[in-house]
């Protein structure tokens, strides 16, 4: 991911009625910490922030602060519970070379045919992975591929393709994607084998 430059604001007054104020006055309130640095409150821009989190939360950033110049990840981005706009944001100091943990989507690619064909649904149920990895190798995603799914199978961590040199701690048995058949479908299949006994039982009488 190519690093974006942020300019960050000191001097934030603190507490909920000072922070509304900036919000209105189209600012976000922030903190800046990490590497031993004292936690720092700031702000920044909100349609600067906007722009910068395009490509998602683990986009590099660098983060002006007065005569400073630190690499950040952004962190904890609170949201306004109906406009969904973020509201407050931490940003973390990394180095270059050090490995982060970082929360990346996990997106469904491919076309689960056999699942359509059987009258299956798809489950996605890990919708995140927790990865470790150096700031600038954070994938803006990973991908599950489902095109071999069956219906009663899965795709589990293990399936995941991960970039080189991004790891993950979850457990490898744990499912993404499950596949699993209508409540519909189990019906029909369930009257059809009722339908296929009766004649059966006619002609043994």
Known sequence: ???????????RPRGSAASRRLRHAGRVPAVV???GMEPLAVSVGARDL?????HG?????????????????ARQLQR?????TVSHVDFQVVRSGEVVSAEVPVVLVGTASQVEMAHG????????????TTPGQIPSEVE?????LEVGGAVRVRDLLLPEGVTTDVDPDEAVVIATVTRAAAAGAEGEGGEAAEPATAEEG
Request: aromatic content about 2%; charged content about 15%.
């Open 1 to 11: 991911m190519a690093e974006m430059t942020l300019v960050a604001e000191t001097g």
């Open 33 to 35: 910490y990490g590497h």
């Open 50 to 54: 906007r722009t910068a989190l395009l």
């Open 57 to 73: 939360s683990n986009q590099v950033l660098t983060l002006e602060v007065g005569k400073d110049r630190h690499m950040v990840l």
């Open 80 to 84: 306004h519970p109906v406009r969904h």
């Open 121 to 132: 649904v798809v489950e996605h149920v890990l919708s995140t992975l927790t990865v470790h």
């Open 144 to 148: 599950a591929d489902v095109s071999a």
